[in-house]
T-cell receptor, first 112, second 112 residues
Framework: GQQLNQSPQSMFIQEGEDVSMNCTSS?????WLWYKQDPGEGPVLLIA?????ELTSNGRLTAQFGITRKDSFLNISASIPSDVGIYFC????????????FGKGTSLLVTP | DGGITQSPKYLFRKEGQNVTLSCEQN?????MYWYRQDPGQGLRLIYY???????QKGDIAEGYSVSREKKESFPLTVTSAQKNPTAFYLC???????????FGQGTRLTVV
């Protein structure tokens, strides 16, 4: 089946550092989404991407739709403690209406 | 406020018992979804529904059942046939034709 490979699996950084994570797919996507999940809560949509090469920002977060259409990147600048959580990439799940296929997530820990 | 409400937040059941998880949305979304999340894993699709009185199996539907009698409601029943039911269950909804899914706060089911 279609796989989404998300890396790194976890990151442990100091407050103020920049963060980069990425996601690759085994097939071409027409949509990439990035979500954040706080412990014990549901994921919250951060950014949606629809075109190859597209670069979209949401505050300190910037995501890019890779030009190969098989990858996407999320950057967080000047991290703060409330950035702690799990970040998921998501793309279309084949033969499932408009349901999503999720990566396994990048767990981010930020120390003051 | 518009949103998705899952209840209860925590649920404990004995092995062999069926249990029903509630999901209600007031976003006027046509499509609704159920995902399962296990520790360190991404979200996996159980069932989805794009219209009232119609639903489709996702990747891991075995041992689960759903109904969609009202647009606002999409309850999930975890049956005794589900071999490993302990997990975090997430309900989501989206406007038809989009992949912008919005999630509830989840139900943590523990079977003992």
């Amino acid at each position: 089946g279609q796989q989404l490979n998300q890396s790194p699996q976890s990151m442990f950084i100091q407050e103020g550092e920049d963060v980069s994570m990425n996601c690759t797919s085994s097939s071409i996507f027409n949509t990439w989404l990035w979500y954040k999940q706080d412990p014990g809560e549901g994921p919250v949509l951060l950014i949606a991407l629809y075109k190859a090469g597209e670069l979209t920002s949401n505050g300190r977060l910037t995501a890019q739709f890779g030009i190969t259409r098989k990858d996407s990147f999320l950057n967080i600048s000047a991290s703060i403690p409330s950035d702690v959580g799990i970040y998921f990439c998501a793309g279309p799940l084949p033969d499932s209406g408009y349901a999503l296929n999720f990566g396994k997530g990048t767990s981010l820990l930020v120390t003051p | 406020d518009g949103g998705i409400t899952q209840s209860p937040k925590y649920l404990f059941r004995k092995e062999g018992q069926n249990v029903t998880l509630s999901c209600e949305q007031n976003l006027n979304h046509d499509a609704m979804y159920w995902y399962r999340q296990d520790p360190g894993q991404g979200l996996r699709l159980i069932y989805y529904s794009q219209i009232v009185n119609d639903f489709q199996k996702g990747d891991i539907a075995e041992g689960y059942s759903v109904s969609r009698e009202k647009k606002e409601s999409f309850p999930l029943t975890v049956t005794s046939a589900q071999k490993n039911p302990t997990a975090f269950y997430l309900c989501a909804s989206s406007m038809i034709g989009t992949r912008l899914a919005f999630f509830g706060q989840g139900t943590r089911l523990t079977v003992v």
